[in-house]
């Protein structure tokens, strides 16, 4: 069955320094997401990207993140200088985009990052 | 504004069934989705609904009214498996983002 996968699955960096996280969504699907989760608390939604642009953004998305899909198979999300409140689970998705159907989100196995 | 209510936790023994409610007030409705999250993995898809009623999968059954901004995830023959947090989310405008509800940590005992 086909699956998103994220690399790394836990990643430890430095206060300031910037950080990657990759993630390969279904190769099918049309539409892809981050979202992140801090220890203890609810899933909250971070971008959404479609036809090589993000579609939507909360506002948690400042200035420090970036997202780029660098092939036809890559998604990255990208924090430019990491804070200690960035550390959370970052998870991946990915859904179809038909326009009927479910079109749920499929997510990642996700990337634990600490901040230090 | 978007807000979405569960229970923060509930238990339960092996073989017994099990509501999970949600209620939600959201700018937009483009159908309600449970997902059933293990601790530290990802959130897997359990099921969906966009028009009233029930949708039935098994063992797990979904409920949704519109009217009402609420929705109940029932699970039947409880299994340990089934310990796990369930996430209630709405899903604004077709093909954009979830909003999630903080969970429902359930504790399956024997």
């Known amino acids: 069955e086909p699956e998103v996968t994220q690399t790394p699955s836990h990643q430890v960096t430095q206060m300031g320094q910037e950080v990657i996280l990759r993630c390969v969504p279904i190769?099918?699907?049309?539409?892809f997401y981050w979202y992140r989760q801090i220890l203890g608390q609810k899933v909250e939604f971070l971008v959404s990207f479609y036809n090589n642009e993000i579609s939507e953004k909360s506002e948690i998305f400042d200035d420090q993140f970036s997202v780029e899909r660098p092939d036809g198979s890559n998604f990255t999300l990208k924090i430019r200088s990491t804070k200690l409140e960035d550390s959370a689970m970052y998870f991946c998705?990915?859904?179809?985009?038909?326009?009927?159907?479910?079109?749920?989100?499929?997510f990642g196995p996700g990337t634990r990052l600490t901040v230090l | 504004g978007q807000n979405i209510d569960q229970p923060t936790e509930m238990t339960a023994t092996e073989g017994a069934i099990v509501q999970i409610n949600c209620t939600y007030q959201t700018s937009g409705f483009n159908g309600l989705f449970w997902y059933q999250q293990h601790a530290g993995e990802a959130p897997t898809f359990l099921s969906y609904?966009?028009?009233?009623g029930l949708e039935e999968k098994g063992r797990f059954s979904s409920f949704l009214s519109r009217s009402k901004g609420y929705s109940y995830l029932l699970l039947k023959e409880l299994q340990m498996k089934d310990s796990a947090s369930y996430l209630c989310?709405?899903?604004?405008?077709?093909?954009?983002?979830?909003?999630f509800g903080t969970g429902t940590r359930l504790l399956v005992s024997p």
């Open positions: 190769s099918n699907h049309l539409y």
């Open positions: 609904n966009v028009l009233d």
């Open positions: 998705a990915s859904s179809q985009g038909w326009s009927s159907g479910t079109n749920e989100q499929f």
């Open positions: 989310a709405v899903r604004d405008q077709v093909f954009q983002k979830l909003v």
